[in-house]
């Protein structure tokens, strides 16, 4: 069975850091596209980052560009989120995404939550 395990997540100040790391296991990790989205509720899940198969191109949503950067070990079949300089309003639960051509994964996700 395919599965994507998020964790890193946890309580931390304003201006704090965290990494959260997506560990993806039952699929050829290397050739699908990986994002992290996150989702607060009663807000739209919204995406943050993606990386690309080959690792080299990588987007980020505005609100985070300067602050998060997302990064992959294929050895290790893993992709990664530093997020650093955190504000409140990055508090969500944060969802780990493997997609290719039709085929979809999704992760449980891990809670952030940032203190002011």
């Known amino acids: 069975q395919v599965q994507l395990v998020e964790s890193g997540g946890g309580l931390v100040q304003a201006g704090g850091s965290l990494r959260l790391s997506c560990a993806a296991s039952?699929?050829?990790?290397?050739?699908?596209?990986m994002k992290w989205y996150r989702q607060t509720p009663g807000k739209d899940r919204e995406l943050v980052a993606s990386?690309?198969?080959?690792?080299?191109?990588?987007t980020y949503a505005t609100f985070v560009k300067g602050r998060f950067t997302i990064s992959k070990d294929d050895a290790m079949n893993t992709v990664y989120l530093q997020m650093n300089n955190l504000k409140p309003e990055d508090t969500a639960m944060y969802l780990c995404?493997?997609?290719?051509?039709?085929?979809?994964?999704w992760g449980q996700g891990t809670q952030v939550t940032v203190s002011s």
């Open positions: 039952r699929f050829t990790f290397s050739t699908y596209v």
């Open positions: 995404n493997a997609r290719r051509t039709s085929i979809e994964y």
């Open positions: 990386i690309s198969t080959g690792g080299t191109i990588k």
